[in-house]
């Protein structure tokens, strides 16, 4: 007779399972925290105000003696005002996946634990991306219009630029096209990510997208059912560091200040650099310092940039 071999005791052998659920999803968000860590203030109100002083007296002058002496000027102030901004997240569970899944005896985890830190994280992690924009909440720009379920996209976060346009674009999520025109929503545009393709040019919508257009901005939807540009993300994020550090390209008005009028405002952005040197970068670090006596303490860039910056 055959001995007792694996295949024949396998109704007997147990699983042994590993306790704990593994994190395969990114969590950093390592500009989020320079800002957290050193700016975090307590908020209330309506928003939050405070005035700034735009402009010197001019009433000065070098001249001869007992000449006439200079006119009067005054210093020039402008106030500032920085707007609530409100992120939402929402979880839903059954009773019985909540009684089901308590104790390490009966699951590897808690589903009300999971659900609850899972959306802190999945919240903050959308955060270290807005910290990143201009506060208009666009996640790519559709390139071409289409009629189907794949939507074709490119400027990730609204930012020119072909490569990996559906960075930000997840399966699940509920997208709206808005009118850069208008602000609106454009009809028949809501819809449900199913897939994101690996070139990151494109993704696939559960259903056919009839109304978008191209170079419509792509938002986050509250649901699929809306019909108000105000359920949406658009214009509703805090202003990330392309807003910040801006010479009005992509936002004209920062906290109520209008860039063109008040000119001071303006940040130095240096463009196209071929190579990437250290010379650019201290440029960068140089403008800093004599426009606004600023003193650098970190360097934030892409991975990208810094393999560029090495070559």
Known sequence: MPGQDTAAYDEVLKIVYE???RELLPTKVKTLKLFENRDAKDWGGKFVEYPARIGRNQGSGWGSELGNLPAAGKQRYTDWRIPMRFQYGRITLSAQVMKASQGN???FA???SQEMDGIITDMTADRGRAMLYDGRGILALVNGTSTGTTVTVDAPGG????????????PGMV??????ATGAIRANT???VSTVAAAGTSYTATAAVAGITDNDYLVRAMHSTITDAADTSYQKEFTGLLGLVDDG?????LHGVNRTTFPITQSTVIGSVTALSADVIQRAIDLADQRGDGDTSDLIMHHSVRRAYIA
Request: glycine share 14%; proline share 3%; charged share 5%.
């Open 175 to 180: 997208l709206a096209g808005i009118n850069p």
């Open 19 to 21: 306790g704990g659920i």
């Open 110 to 112: 808690s589903a009300m």
């Open 190 to 192: 809501l819809h449900t």
């Open 105 to 107: 005896r009966h699951a």
């Open 159 to 170: 930012v020119a630029g072909a490569t990996n346009g559906a960075r930000f674009i997840n």
């Open 249 to 253: 390209t992509y936002l004209a008005t």
